[in-house]
Nanobody
């Protein structure tokens, strides 16, 4: 069983940077593709970024390309999201997720961490 716990969210101003982290429990972390999603008030959950098991391939939503960076540390069992040049539109609950490479969707989810960006 894989457990994911997000941390690092908070209230920041537009233009600020913030780093959120996902702590993963389980012996199979190194076999998982990790991802970050977010859900803003009144909107559906959307994909933000993903990183493959060895960290060689990353994917980003167009809305965050050039501003956000996803990374992982298999020794520490963490997956982080560095968010730069934050905008009010980035305000959302951010969720960490995991899946096996052969799966078409993410199947393990954290409880989320709130990120609020003020003007």
């Amino acid at each position: 069983q894989v457990q994911l716990v997000e941390s690092g969210g908070g209230l920041v101003q537009a233009g600020d940077s913030l780093r959120i982290s996902c702590q993963i429990s389980g012996r199979t972390f190194g076999l998982l593709t990790m991802g970050w999603f977010r859900q803003a008030p009144g909107k559906e959950r959307e994909f933000i970024a993903s990183i493959t098991m060895k960290g060689g391939t990353t994917n980003y939503a167009d809305s965050v390309k050039g501003r956000f960076t996803i990374s992982r540390d298999n020794a520490k069992k963490t997956a982080d999201l560095q968010m730069n040049d934050l905008e009010p539109e980035d305000t959302a609950v951010y969720y960490c997720a995991a899946k096996i490479p052969s799966s078409t969707m993410f199947t393990n989810w954290g409880q989320g961490t709130q990120v609020t960006v003020s003007s």
